[in-house]
């Protein structure tokens, strides 16, 4: 007798398509966050699908290595690369000229970029928190607004995906800041899907569970090794999951693609979340609280 299947089986392997070949041919995708990480990977299988890419970022260098690679995705259209801080609404204005004035005005907005760091809520300074507040919610506004407003005053339909994060729905113990901001984000996705609806503007949502990649940041790559994290998909971080493996990059990819896509066109003011079922996890005996600044490694408050 066989053994049992044990979580949730792997995907389908990298360069599958969730949808049909030039999907997006003739169509302008802009992705903020774009030159790393899970943005990166958005772009790729948007590129796969056939659209002209731009990707934005604040760090020339792995953007113009990004361009190069997405460039390279067979079925990709023309790629550009803009150098944007999305927390000014002016340098925001500019990036979207140049998409328009090089590739032609973008008909899909993902906003993908967002600062965040773990810490106690009492340790955080009003800059920490203006720092990740203005990146991930007043800087996704800045961009959704240029962006609605184009479209609006062309009369054209389009679609906006906000990458959010599900303690929006729960909070974050050790996430005050980036909880909050990601809560206004998703709150954005369900105000300006009913506001902007009649005017064919989709907007929708799309939340990431653990998807390791080589661009994580230091706190959550210190986080897996400290919960003794092989890398393997399946071990250590891969056993605390429902699905008990974590996500590949490309899964969200394919979700993107799907929200954003003429196939979806009925789905609008939705957030999907891509975390193997993890945030719905309960204990059927909860474990011993901790608090976050033990979790930290943090001594006692010190004003």
């Known amino acids: 007798m066989q053994n049992p299947q044990r979580g949730l089986p792997a995907p389908p392997p990298l360069g599958a398509a969730a949808l049909p070949p030039g999907t997006y041919a003739g169509q302008v995708v802009l992705v903020t966050g774009g030159g790393t990480g899970l943005g990166k990977a958005v772009a790729t299988e948007f590129a796969r699908l056939g659209a002209d890419l731009v990707i934005a970022g604040r760090r020339p260098g792995p953007l113009g290595t990004a361009r190069e690679e997405l460039a390279a995705v067979p079925g990709a259209g023309r790629v550009a690369a803009a150098v944007c801080d999305i927390r000014d609404p002016d340098r925001v204005a500019e990036v979207f000229d140049a998409a ?3 590739l032609g005005l973008p008909d899909v907005l993902v906003n993908n970029a967002a600062a965040n760091f773990p810490s106690p809520a009492e340790d955080l300074s009003p800059g920490a928190w203006r720092a990740v507040v203005d990146i991930t919610l007043t800087g996704t506004w800045f961009m959704t607004r240029e962006f609605g407003r184009r479209h609006l005053a062309a009369g054209t339909p389009c679609s906006i995906v906000n ?3 599900s303690y929006a729905w729960t909070g974050g ?3 005050a800041h980036s909880a ?8 954005l996705v369900e ?11 989709r907007v929708n949502g ?8 080589a ?3 230091a706190d959550i790559r210190g986080g897996l090794e400290r919960a003794g994290d092989s890398g393997d998909p399946s071990g250590a971080a891969g056993a605390r999951q429902p699905a008990l493996r974590v996500g590949e990059p490309r899964e969200l990819g394919w979700a993107a693609t799907f929200l954003a896509s003429p196939y979806a066109r009925f789905v609008t003011g939705h957030t999907l979340v891509v975390d193997g079922g993890n945030w719905q996890r309960r204990a059927v005996v909860n474990p011993e609280v ?8 943090r001594g006692p408050f010190r004003p």
């Not at 909050?180 to 709150?187: E, F, M, P, S, Y």
């Not at 799309?206 to 990649?213: I, K, T």
């Open 100 to 102: 328009e004035a090089a």
């Open 180 to 187: 909050a901001a990601k809560a206004g984000v998703k709150n």
């Open 290 to 297: 901790v608090p976050v600044r033990e979790q930290l490694g």
């Open 206 to 213: 799309l939340v990431p569970g653990l998807f390791p990649h």
């Open 215 to 217: 661009d994580m940041t």
């Open 191 to 201: 105000t300006l899907a009913v506001e902007w609806g009649p005017y064919g503007i």
């Open 173 to 175: 113990p050790g996430f």
């Open 163 to 165: 990458v959010g994060a």
